[in-house]
């Protein structure tokens, strides 16, 4: 059974600081995604990494894959109070069958 | 217009009334997805459909039965609501034909009470 497991489960942290979300995973898969989520609102897509290695940065958050080592990083640079959300980090569980696993999230606050 | 839509967005029911959840979709995407999510526990996955005739259980179907009325429509169902089903519900949406860019796309929930 595949397990999904974040690292922090909440954080709160300053303006203009740096942190990374940890995201662990149980068994083979080479895809995960990365998810924002709002109070009250739905999820909303903020990576897709498809393979060992890969990559993605949109603005100050940089996610990575590494498949060996079963964990994925969302990096957060700089941080400013817009991005305070609560973000999930998602596993396929394998094949293309597009069944997802979700960790159980980080709830990220940043103070001015 | 939202691609992904659900219906009511809210609801307030009693144990052992039977609800229904409506899901509709203008994305053209062939795989639906039910979700629940709770605090602490991120989403789990109730049931999926690939498309109209192939429907699965997922992590949690106890309690709840789906129909995939057409492409563009899924509907969860509770026959006898309990309390412990109080929760967030999504429905989630994905294209098997754009290839290994299989990514899922969220409706805006329905938070369900259980009284």
């Known amino acids: 059974e595949l397990k999904v497991e974040q690292n922090p489960l909440f954080l709160s942290m300053q303006e203009g600081k740096n942190y990374t979300i940890y995201c662990n995973y149980s068994t083979t898969s080479d895809r995960l995604y990365w998810y924002r989520q709002d109070p009250g609102k739905s999820l909303e897509s903020l990576f897709v990494l498809l393979s060992n290695g890969a990559v993605k940065q949109e603005g100050r958050l940089m996610a990575s894959l590494d498949t060996k080592a079963r964990l994925s990083t969302l990096h957060i640079t700089a941080a400013v109070h817009d991005l305070s959300a609560t973000y999930f980090c998602a596993v396929d569980i394998g094949q293309g069958a597009q069944k997802l696993v979700f960790g159980q999230g980080t709830r990220l606050t940043i103070n001015p | 217009d939202a691609d992904v839509t659900q219906t009511p967005r809210n609801r307030i029911t009693k144990t052992g009334k039977r609800i229904m959840l409506e899901c509709s979709q203008t994305k053209g995407h062939d795989r639906m997805y039910w979700y629940r999510q709770d605090p602490g526990l991120g989403l789990r996955l109730i049931y999926y459909s690939f498309d109209v005739k192939d429907i699965n259980k997922g992590e949690i179907s106890d309690g709840y039965s789906v129909s995939r009325q057409a492409q563009a429509k899924f509907s969860l169902s509770l026959e006898s609501a309990i309390p412990n089903q109080t929760a967030l519900y999504f429905c989630?949406?994905?294209?098997?034909?754009?290839?290994?860019?299989?990514?899922?796309?969220f409706g805006p929930g329905t938070r369900l009470t259980v009284l």
């Open positions: 989630a949406t994905s294209d098997r034909t754009r290839g290994t860019y299989n990514e899922q796309f």
